[in-house]
């Protein structure tokens, strides 16, 4: 068994206009200060707190960086295309809302904005490489989610066909990373196709069951849809390469239920809280990891309707460390072991 790596830490909700939240390297030494050791970074141009392009191009540059956050006793855990994955496929419906995910020059140019969404997918790849990682976390976007429920009834083959547009613009992503030794990490969310086990499965059929369509695990978003999120990992344990430690509520009234009635975070019955606000079992997530030696990290996605970021930072280092579980080297009967004799079996079983 594998003991967890962490706590690490995803800053892209915390990257912000003033100090220390506006360099990578300020950022850095807030997290170590927190009691962090890994760092989940969201990627971006020059002027965001990580370079893509130049990673991709400039091992010097990833070294740097990578030099810089040991330093600090730092790691990265994996790089992070949220936003640029979710550009891969945009239905028409959402392309003006979308558009502030992506270069200005591309704003209103969809297939130019896709083009490019794509080549930043795939340079995290080589970046990831240049880092010695081997798990990349992203989104899949989405052109199916306007019709997730079926009313009015959705024609035939309209959910097969955007499911196999969107297993071919991601076939050619998976195998450059694939080429690079990188796991892709989907975060299975809401928004996305890819947004619970069944169109997991439906998408991995497609690209062929494809050894580089991972998954980033968040028990969060399973309990916004009331799924169950300890059977999740039995189901798919072996393709969880990520783990974002997020915690959630969900409290159905009379009023609104999953849907959310259109109201704000605050007023909905699921709502995501700082990790030990909400309902979601850590103990028994960590303790299924453990015994499927999950081989990655536990990263905190700070979230909440109510609570301080800044607060929520500072509770997660201790809460992720008190639930690793440093895992046994051997079993604990061990010392009643009567050790292995097949002679002595066979007599025992009257053979």
Not at 33 to 48: C, K, R
Request: hydrophobic share 40%; proline share 6%; charged share 25%.
């Amino acid at each position: 068994m594998k003991t967890l790596k962490g706590p690490g830490i995803f800053l892209a909700q915390f990257v912000g206009a003033e100090p220390p939240f506006d360099r990578l390297e300020t950022l850095a030494d807030w997290a170590a200060g927190l009691g962090y050791v890994g760092l989940q970074l969201p990627t971006g141009g020059a002027d965001s707190i990580f370079d893509l392009e130049r990673a991709a191009e400039s091992q010097a540059y990833c070294d740097d960086i990578a030099g810089m956050l040991a330093d600090k006793g730092l790691q990265i855990t994996e790089l992070s295309t949220h936003l640029q994955g979710q550009l891969v496929a945009v239905h028409p419906a959402y392309d003006e809302l979308f558009d502030a995910f992506a270069p200005a020059e591309l704003r209103g140019r969809p297939q130019a904005r896709q083009e490019w969404a794509v080549r930043q997918v795939k340079a995290a790849a080589v970046a990831s490489r240049r880092l010695g990682l081997n798990a990349h976390a992203t989104f899949s976007g989405a052109l199916a989610w306007p019709y997730l429920y079926p009313w009015p009834q959705r024609p035939a083959g309209l959910v097969d066909e955007a499911f196999g547009e969107l297993a071919r613009r991601w076939r050619p992503i998976l195998d450059a990373f694939d080429e690079a030794g990188v796991d892709v990490c989907y975060e299975i969310h809401p928004g996305e196709d890819l947004h619970d086990g069944a169109t997991y499965e439906r998408f991995l059929d497609l690209v062929g069951g494809h050894p580089r369509a991972c998954l980033l695990y968040d028990p969060s978003h399973f309990v916004l849809q009331q799924l169950d999120y300890l059977a999740y990992i039995d189901l798919y344990h072996e393709r969880i390469r990520a783990f974002h430690v997020k915690d959630a509520e969900f409290r159905p009234n009379g009023r609104s239920g999953v849907y959310g009635g259109y109201q704000g975070w605050v007023e909905r019955p699921g709502r995501f809280r700082s990790l030990g606000d909400g309902q979601v079992d850590f103990g028994a997530i960590f303790s299924k990891l453990a015994a499927y030696d999950y081989p990655g990290w536990a990263v905190l996605e700070w979230e909440c309707a109510l609570k301080h970021p800044e607060d929520g930072a500072r509770e997660g280092a201790p809460f992720i460390r008190d639930h690793i579980i440093r895992v046994t080297p051997h079993a604990f009967d061990d010392f009643a072991s009567a050790g292995t004799d097949a002679a002595r079996n066979r007599r025992l079983l009257g053979l």
